[in-house]
């Protein structure tokens, strides 16, 4: 899971990234309103976390810009705005959440849990292919009821191929899974990763597309 975070205050900023890195989400962190408006352009997210308060452009502005061009991630605001009738604003421009600082970390990632959830219109957090099951939340798998051993970016890159199955995901789509901006990418890191989960799963789990990418089938 990728996620946008727009915040210019530096510790605020910092804690945020290196709390979402810990739960092994991919990180770009962007610092005033117009690098986010073109790292929207640019780039998919899962979410996006948005400051308000931002420098060159407001958060406001980022938001309905980016609604007004048909952007449907969701957009999770922090904001030491706790004023109701900002709420209502944030919510009425395009928002789908409002968090107000200073908000519990543990709060923040419950309600990216959530945000999540209801994009992909998966309410349980569980999901699952061909016997195996993923809680992304517990970050724990099985494979026909038997538990999976599966390290961060292992577990990251099956559910990129699972969520949904059936569907041909490209190297770069991957990639962009597992690395953030300012991580450096090495050029085996996908082909290294899906040696190790075929190894887990069998080997005709995770399925090559010539030039294309990857694809886990909904049946065997």
């Not at 099985?142 to 990251?156: I, K, N, V, W």
């Not at 990129?160 to 770069?172: C, E, F, T």
């Amino acid at each position: 899971m990728r996620i946008l975070l727009i915040e210019d205050d530096r510790m605020i900023g910092e804690s945020v990234e290196e709390s979402l890195r810990a739960e092994q989400y991919a990180v770009d962190r962007v610092r005033d309103g117009i690098s986010a408006t073109l790292a929207l352009q640019i780039d998919v997210y899962d979410v996006v976390l948005l400051d308000l308060g931002l420098p060159k452009k407001s958060g406001l502005d980022v938001l309905r810009d980016y609604r007004q061009q048909r952007g449907k991630t969701p957009v999770l605001i922090l904001t030491a705005r706790d004023a109701p009738a900002e709420r209502v604003l944030g919510l009425d421009v395009g928002a789908d959440d409002y968090l107000v600082k200073p908000f519990d970390l543990d709060e923040l990632l419950a309600r990216i849990r959530a945000l999540i959830r209801r994009s992909t219109g998966r309410p349980q957090s569980a999901i699952t292919c061909r016997g195996l099951v993923l809680n992304p939340i517990k970050h724990i798998a099985s494979l026909h009821g038997t538990p999976l051993q599966l390290s961060a970016r292992e577990f990251a890159l099956l559910q990129a191929l699972i969520d949904p199955p059936g569907q041909v995901v490209s190297k770069s789509r991957l990639e962009d899974t597992l690395y953030g901006w300012s991580e450096e990418i090495e050029s085996n890191t996908v082909e290294v990763y899906i040696h190790h989960l075929r190894k887990k799963l069998g080997s005709d789990f995770i399925k090559n597309v010539r030039g294309v990418g990857y694809i886990v089938l909904d049946q065997a």
